[in-house]
Structures are given as structure tokens and as C-alpha cells.
């Protein structure tokens, strides 16, 4: 069954990659700090950083900064009250200054389920937005599956692979807004440090257009080590 999985994983990547190279491919690139919570320290947070590229590594138009705290609930659901702020360039003209400067307050649950060794996530999101065009309120969802590949968990040494979708909802037409989806190989180098690479491809839906575009995607994730208390 895994070798399945990760058959039809690489396939997605290759398969995908291929197309978006003859569409443009851009760059999305993600550095996450993580404070993880527990049943012993329930409550924890996180730190991230975004920037994205309409090209690979050129013409840079997009950044986010964003952080949270969280609460574990139990073992299979945390809550989260995140922050951010949101900045999007003509990436034609960077001199130009931001097209689009974005406040953003979310909440979050998310909830884990198993199926052998293979993790799923359901993740719900409501945010409220303020642009300096206006205000805007947005609903998302996404569903991930993350399997490890060599061991039957992630740890050290684990290559794992990630499959995700997340849809994008408004109160406003037209309802829907957006699409993304992702599938992605990591690698746990150590307990803190692990890196994710792939594709992302990411449909857009408006009141007049509808465009896609695909990314390679390269997310760090440096996880901090909580110490258990006796």
C-alpha cells in the first residue's frame, strides 16, 4: 500500500512539474518556527515567514509574516488565534511600492486522525481581513495526508510525503474563491529541523477572471524541543 502511496506521490510531482514548466513556473518559499503544544504543556504557538516568486527565484512580488498561539484540547485537536501581515508588488515593478497591503486575525481548528501509519489533518480557518482597499471576512479548509516512507513514523532520518487541499470561501460573490493543492516530499534531518520541496498549484476564482499557477515550493521547518517535566 505505501509504495503505492509514494508511486502515485512522485508521479503527482513529476507529472505536475512537467505541465507548470510549459505554464511558468514561480517560487514560494516558507521558513516556520514551531512551539508544539501537548497534554503537558498544552498551550504552544508558532512563527512563519513567506515570500513568492513569479519565477523560480526571480521576480518576487508577494511576502507574509504571521504568527500564533495555540491550545491543545486533547491529543487529536488544537485551537489557534493567529495574526499576520500580508504584502503583495507588481513583481514588473518593485519600485512602485505594494499593490496590496493586508492586516489579517484568524482562528483555527484543526483536528488529527491515523490510519496506520499514514497522519490526516483537517484543518478549519475563519479570518478577518483588512486591506487598505477594505475589509473582507474568508472561511477555509484543508485536508493533508502525511506518510512516512522508511519508518512508520516521522523522526530522524524519516523521508515522508505530503498530500493537501485547501479550499477558499467568501460571504461575498463569488463564493468561491480559491483552490490550492500541493504534493510534496520531506525530509526529517534531525528532531528539530526538517525540510518539505514539490509543487503547489494554486486556481484563483474572481468576480471577472479565473487564472492558475504552479510553484515549486520549499518550506524549512525548525521545531523547538519542549523539555518534560517530571
Same mark, same amino acid.
Given at each position: 500500500m505505501? /509504495? #503505492?502511496l509514494?508511486?502515485?506521490?512522485? @508521479? ?5 512539474? !512537467?505541465? !507548470?514548466?510549459? %505554464?511558468?513556473?514561480?517560487? #514560494?518559499?516558507?521558513m *516556520? ?8 504543556h498544552? #498551550?504552544?504557538?508558532y512563527?512563519?515567514? =513567506? ?5 523560480v527565484?526571480? /521576480? ?7 504568527? +500564533? ?5 486533547d491529543? &487529536?485537536?488544537? !485551537? ?12 514588473? %515593478?518593485? %519600485?512602485? +511600492?505594494?499593490?496590496? =497591503?493586508?492586516?489579517?486575525? #484568524? ?10 501509519r499514514i497522519?490526516?489533518?483537517?484543518r478549519?480557518?475563519?479570518? =478577518?481581513?483588512w ?6 471576512n ?7 495526508a ?5 519508518k512508520? /513514523?516521522?523522526?530522524p532520518?524519516t ?5 493537501? %487541499?485547501?479550499?477558499f @470561501? ?12 500541493a504534493a510534496?516530499? +520531506?525530509?526529517? @534531518? &534531525?528532531?528539530?529541523? +526538517? ?6 498549484n494554486? @486556481?484563483?476564482?474572481?468576480?471577472? &477572471? *479565473?487564472?492558475? /499557477?504552479?510553484?515549486f ?12 517535566g517530571?
Amino acid at each position: 500500500m505505501y /509504495k #503505492w502511496l509514494i508511486a502515485s506521490l512522485l @508521479f503527482v510531482i513529476l507529472s505536475t512539474a !512537467a505541465r !507548470a514548466q510549459y %505554464d511558468g513556473l514561480g517560487g #514560494w518559499n516558507v521558513m *516556520t518556527i514551531n512551539l508544539p503544544g501537548s497534554m503537558e504543556h498544552r #498551550w504552544g504557538g508558532y512563527l512563519e515567514a =513567506q515570500n513568492r516568486n513569479y519565477e523560480v527565484t526571480n /521576480k518576487f512580488y508577494y511576502y507574509e509574516v504571521k504568527g +500564533g498561539a495555540s491550545y491543545n484540547i486533547d491529543k &487529536s485537536n488544537v !485551537a489557534l488565534l493567529g495574526i499576520g501581515r500580508y504584502v503583495t508588488y507588481n513583481y514588473e %515593478d518593485i %519600485d512602485d +511600492g505594494p499593490q496590496l =497591503q493586508e492586516f489579517r486575525l #484568524w482562528e483555527q481548528f484543526v483536528s488529527n486522525q491515523y490510519l496506520g501509519r499514514i497522519k490526516f489533518e483537517h484543518r478549519y480557518r475563519v479570518e =478577518q481581513r483588512w486591506f487598505n482597499t477594505g475589509y473582507r471576512n474568508r472561511f477555509r479548509y484543508r485536508i493533508s495526508a502525511n506518510i512516512p516512507i522508511n519508518k512508520p /513514523k516521522v523522526e530522524p532520518g524519516t523521508l515522508f510525503g505530503i498530500l493537501y %487541499d485547501e479550499v477558499f @470561501f467568501n460571504n461575498k460573490a463569488p463564493n468561491f474563491e480559491r483552490n490550492r493543492v500541493a504534493a510534496l516530499i +520531506g525530509y526529517q @534531518f &534531525s528532531k528539530p529541523f +526538517g525540510i518539505q520541496t514539490g509543487i503547489l498549484n494554486q @486556481f484563483n476564482n474572481t468576480a471577472t &477572471s *479565473t487564472n492558475r /499557477k504552479y510553484y515549486f515550493l520549499l518550506n524549512a521547518v525548525y521545531t523547538i524541543q519542549r523539555k518534560s517535566g517530571k
